[in-house]
């Protein structure tokens, strides 16, 4: 599946960074520097080694170097993706209830549980479960 079927509200720039780097990084890249302007240099100068150093602290030595090579020279704004954050977030939720069900926790424990692990209010976790799958979305 690719990144725009996946996460359709994922911005273009985001989802090429997505090609280049899989969508872990991509959203530990958004969640650390979204809304920012980032240049991306080629990794030459003392300023560059320490954006470098900046980036591979968020994403990782290998991540850092793929961007770098693909973006090297270039500025890059970073949306902050709210809705694609949240929409992952949502299916990570969904997929953490699953499993506590499925080790015998009851529904009520296990939204308690998520509350707390997510820092949402217990309402807001039975609004998560109880929306319906995005097309494609498989827990």
Not at 30 to 45: I, M, Y
Not at 47 to 55: K, M
Not at 65 to 71: G, P, R, S, Y
Not at 94 to 111: P, Q, S, T
């Amino acid at each position: 599946m690719n990144t725009q079927t996946q996460y359709p509200a994922l911005p273009s720039t985001m989802q090429l960074v997505a090609k280049l780097i899989g969508m872990p990084r991509t959203l530990q890249l958004v969640q650390a520097l979204g809304g920012t302007t980032l240049p991306f240099s080629k990794n030459q100068s003392r300023a560059g080694q320490l954006r470098f150093a900046a980036l591979v602290d968020v994403i990782g030595q290998d991540a850092a170097e793929q961007l770098t090579h693909h973006f090297g020279g270039d500025i890059l704004y970073i949306p902050r993706c709210s809705k694609v954050l949240r929409q992952a977030r949502n299916q990570q939720l969904i997929r953490d209830f699953d499993a506590m069900l499925a080790d015998g926790l009851g529904a009520n424990e296990a939204v308690s549980v998520l509350a707390m692990r997510y820092h949402l209010s217990d309402r807001m976790i039975w609004r998560v479960l109880k929306t319906p799958p995005l097309p494609g979305d498989v827990h």
